[in-house]
């Protein structure tokens, strides 16, 4: 612009005028005031910061190494060979086998370093380098910050110091969160080296398929130990983790394939691979292998029946011996990482599962029984709960069926239950029901190695086990009237015991009654006069047990019962006449049936029956070993006796369809209520074997068929005992053999019908018969196992031994209120049947079988 003089100097009079600099000096302060705010605003937002920073670093919790590693971890079940794994008890959030970083493959640590934090092993907790780029990313798409940039360190703390971050809800939340993390990150990469920081970080994560840590992935996808991983492998492992849902490789193998290229890429282009190694991963065609992998595995199945009952006794193991608190004990099972070493041995477990789902084992006649549970939620929010009394009092009501809830089919069961919910059936219900169909009639096995008391196999049930934890009808899932095999128990053990008896013992076998005149009946009323008690035994003669029981009283049957032979289910109401035929209140459970016997199968000592040897905590130490106890529960000489004459129930009695071509067995009979309950207990040199059938709501089998326990016993001893050296039952020096009439019971003399028999060498016979004529026939002196010469047989009132029958009105203890009736075949008719009589004390408590027992 070209001013003149004039206008020069009045435009510089105007700039330098009074008003115009006031002006300037007011532009000026302005200014500087609104810097000074801006100033202090900035510093007041600091402080502000910082203190809200120091706030919350200073609520951060103290975190130590100990503190960033995991914490739960799978148990783990092992055969009794110590190697083969049966079962993983595992809770959510605990699916974790830990590996040392030794026992980790480098490609899968630079696999999860290169795709997670490439600058792992430079930075020192945080990655700056990372935050700048996960911000300017987040800009540069318009607000989306989803990349992250947290450190290996940082999701390690999170996981671990953090794991509720999941259920964040607000900014603050998250941000005061991610403020610790960092912080806490920096702190940890001064207490742990990054080996250690990479080792509890590969243990941690989530790789989806509830598998915690890498060994738990790489057993789960591949089948494998983790340090046996591939390059490839590694790959898809490392890809999972930044989304287990969507990187899956089983379900996505799509996406997880497209991570694992990202994976390989970044491998190459930092160094830790080269060109061949990436070129052969590539080439892999690793997700064929894991679909292979999962059809073979498949989904979780149930626990089997022995792991569910080896989950019950380490639970009440460790609170009883360690002290643990139930939620302890079920904390360590579920979430400790604790290694048990069970007694289960695979070959006799599968030989036990396989007959027991041989339908040629079981009764022509294959019938279903309904189980049903309802929750019905109703449209007001009201809650009813029905069970299976409702469906049974339904078809009671209109079939006029009230016998068990079984039926001829599946179908069947499954229509009925749709037929009754329709008559609860309001508009607006919701349902949440549990339907169980299972075969029946039933059974359940158990195999103990009398030795050591190790239950060696364990089947509770027939038919598919659809859950864990179902009805084990062979350990303390169900409780059943033992009929006869209760007689060696509660009768002739503690008879033999207490010396008050012999085999050799004569009773007169005949319609007897309990002391308080309640009759009861052999099987099919048949009677056979003057026996011994070894014919007693063999043949499951009613008659003569009650006879014994009354003799020796039946508190001392009871004791021997309840704390020799440790029947846990026995109570008070149970010492009673009626316990020499197996009438008990509740029954017993079909392992410590099976335990009792294995005693006697081991020269009396009785073992606790134990479902494993070991339990080791995740470090290694023992907590538990060599659990089971014993005590002596009868006599050496009480338990060969029993062995001999329970032979002769097998070689010539009610037990023979159980008999082994290559091994000497013995064992006992049993059938209660009916033929509601059927057993075999029986034992050879090696193992006792306990089985039991009959339906879960009792029903009598008279009519279908009482002998497929023996054909399962049999079916499974057989194999089990294929190939093992035939081994004879030893004889203790405390027994001793003589040669005895059979018609006394003392010593023969030349003209008695005699025997061989065997007697505890303080319990032998001392004084000759004076019975017979010196003209009659010489005494049989050949026989070593107790086998009888014909002859006649005298009074047995008078028996040389000792032994005298007792008169039932004068004998010990005990009343019923219902006749005994039962035995080996069964009856229908109260009073009538089969090889076990009986009866419960109180008709209303029969047992938790249902109903009375008979035997």
């Not at 951060?60 to 960033?68: A, C, E, M, R």
């Not at 789902?357 to 809650?383: C, H, M, Q």
């Not at 001793?736 to 008695?752: D, V, Y």
Request: proline content about 4%.
């Amino acid at each position: 612009m070209n001013y003149g003089k004039k206008k020069a100097s009045k435009r510089q009079k105007q700039i330098t005028s009074k008003s115009t600099m006031q002006g300037k000096r007011v532009t000026v302060r302005l200014l500087k005031g609104f810097i000074l705010c801006v100033l202090a605003i900035c510093i007041i937002g600091m402080i502000g910061g910082l203190i809200f920073v120091k706030r919350i670093l200073d609520n951060s919790p103290d975190v130590t190494p100990d503190d960033v590693r995991p914490k739960g971890y799978t148990t783990i079940v092992y055969a009794d060979d110590g190697a083969t794994e049966l079962e993983r008890f595992v809770e959510a959030g605990s699916n974790r086998e830990y590996k040392s970083i030794d026992q980790i493959p480098v490609d899968l640590q630079h696999a999860f370093v290169a795709i997670e934090d490439e600058r792992f092993y430079e930075h020192n907790g945080i990655d700056p380098q990372g935050i700048l780029r996960a911000a300017i990313t987040g800009i540069t798409s318009g607000g989306d910050f989803s990349q992250g940039a947290s450190t290996l360190t940082q999701q390690l703390i999170k996981n671990n110091v953090f794991p509720d971050f999941v259920n964040e809800e607000t900014f603050y939340d998250r941000l005061e969160r991610k403020i610790q993390e960092q912080f806490l990150a920096l702190d940890i990469e001064k207490q742990m080296s990054k080996d250690e920081i990479m080792e509890a970080y590969l243990n941690t994560i989530n790789l989806g398929q509830n598998t915690l840590g890498v060994q738990s992935a790489s057993k789960r996808y591949f089948n494998k130990d983790v340090s046996e991983l591939t390059l490839s492998e590694c790959a898809v492992l490392a890809s999972i983790t930044q989304n287990p849902s969507l990187y899956n490789p089983i379900t996505n193998p799509e996406d997880n394939a497209r991570r694992r290229t990202e994976v390989l890429d970044r491998m190459l282009d930092q160094g830790y691979i080269d060109q061949a190694a990436y070129d052969e991963a590539v080439a892999d065609d690793v997700y064929t292998r894991i679909q292979a992998v999962n059809a073979a595995i498949g989904e979780d199945s149930p626990y089997s029946y022995f792991v569910d009952a080896l989950s019950e006794q380490v639970i009440d193991d460790l609170m009883s011996r360690l002290g643990y608190t139930e939620s302890q004990a079920y904390n360590a099972l579920y979430s400790g990482g604790l290694t048990i070493i069970s007694t289960q041995n695979t070959t006799m477990q599968q030989i036990c599962d396989e007959e027991m789902n041989n339908d040629a084992n079981f009764p022509w006649l294959k019938e279903y029984g309904l189980s049903y549970a309802l929750t019905v939620t109703r449209a007001d929010g009201t809650i009813e709960n029905y069970g299976s009394e409702a469906v049974q009092n339904y078809r009671a009501s209109t079939y006029g069926v009230d016998s068990a809830l079984t039926f001829s089919s599946e179908e069947q069961a499954r229509a009925m239950v749709e037929e009754w919910k329709a008559t609860i059936a309001r508009e607006g219900d919701t349902y949440d029901e549990r339907i169980t169909i299972t075969p029946q009639p039933q059974a359940s096995v158990t195999i103990i190695d009398q030795a050591t008391g190790q239950i060696k196999a364990m089947v509770g049930g027939r038919g598919a086990k659809e859950t864990s934890q179902s009805l084990n009808r062979a350990y303390q899932g169900s409780r059943r009237q033992p009929g006869s095999c209760f007689k060696i128990l509660a009768t002739y053990a503690p008879a033999l015991d207490t010396n008050q008896i012999t085999l050799a013992s004569v009773f007169d076998d005949k319609p007897w009654h309990y002391s308080d005149g309640t009759e009861f009946k052999n099987v099919g009323n048949k009677y056979y006069g003057n026996v011994t008690v070894r014919e007693a035994i063999a043949q499951s003669m009613n008659s003569v047990a009650v006879q014994t029981i009354q003799q020796i009283g039946p508190q001392l049957g009871y004791e021997y019962a309840k704390n020799n032979f440790s029947m846990s289910s026995l109570v008070e109401n149970d010492m009673y006449e009626p316990i020499a035929l197996g009438g008990l209140t509740h029954g017993v459970y079909n392992y410590e049936l099976c335990a009792a016997f294995a005693s006697i199968a081991n020269g009396g000592v009785y073992n606790t029956p134990t479902l494993y040897t070991k339990i080791l905590d995740h470090d290694g130490n023992v907590l538990i070993e060599n659990p089971t106890e014993s005590h002596q529960a009868v006599k050496d000489s009480t338990a060969a006796l029993l062995t001999s004459a329970m032979e002769s129930v097998v070689e010539e009695g009610s037990g023979s369809a159980a008999a082994l071509g290559n091994m000497p067995v013995a064992g006992k009979t049993g059938t209660a209520d009916n033929d509601k309950d059927i057993w075999f207990c029986g034992f050879t040199p090696y193992y006792t074997c306990a089985v039991w059938g009959g339906y879960d709501d009792p029903k009598s089998m008279t009519n279908i068929d009482t002998t497929f326990r023996f054909r399962i016993w049999k079916s499974i001893m057989s194999r089990i005992h294929a190939g093992l050296e035939t081994k004879q039952f030893e004889m203790p020096t405390s027994v001793e053999q003589k040669t005895i009439c059979t018609g006394s019971g003392m010593l023969a003399r030349p003209g008695c019908p005699s025997r061989t028999e065997y007697f505890a060498t303080d319990n032998a016979p001392t004084e000759t018969c004076t019975g017979h004529a010196s003209s009659e026939q010489p005494a049989d002196t050949s026989g070593t196992d107790g086998s009888t010469d014909t002859g006649t047989t005298t009074d047995p009132t008078t028996p040389g031994d000792g032994s005298t029958t007792t008169d039932p009105g004068t004998g010990n203890g005990g009343s019923t209120t219902d006749p005994g009736t039962g035995g080996d075949g069964g009856s229908t008719d109260p009073g009538t049947g089969g090889d076990d009589g009986g009866g419960s004390t109180d008709p209303g408590t029969g047992g938790e079988s249902g109903g009375q027992a008979t035997g």
